[in-house]
């Protein structure tokens, strides 16, 4: 089994970092492997992305709070992981 995260972060110019950071399941209708929503249609910048896949969430959750450390908004996807 597979897992990415997904991230969409405002810049960092901004006075707050903020954005919304999940892990999804390979087989997630959200991500299908990293695969969709590379990024948003009006958005050229690497805010808006899926990480590389891991084989493990303790990889991916370890990859999203070393990355994403100082977003509050971080958990796992509320449809393919929420019994994890």
Aim: glycine share 10%; charged share 30%.
């Amino acid at each position: 089994m597979s897992f990415y995260v997904f991230h969409s972060v405002l810049p960092e110019h901004t006075r707050l970092r903020s954005g919304q950071i999940r892990i999804h399941k390979g087989e997630c209708l959200h991500c299908r492997r990293g695969g969709t929503h590379k990024k948003r249609p009006d958005d050229d910048s690497e805010l808006t992305g899926w990480s590389r896949g891991f084989e493990s969430l303790a990889e991916a959750r370890a990859y999203m709070n070393r990355q994403f450390g100082d977003i509050n908004d971080k958990g796992l996807c509320k449809y393919c992981l929420r019994s994890a």
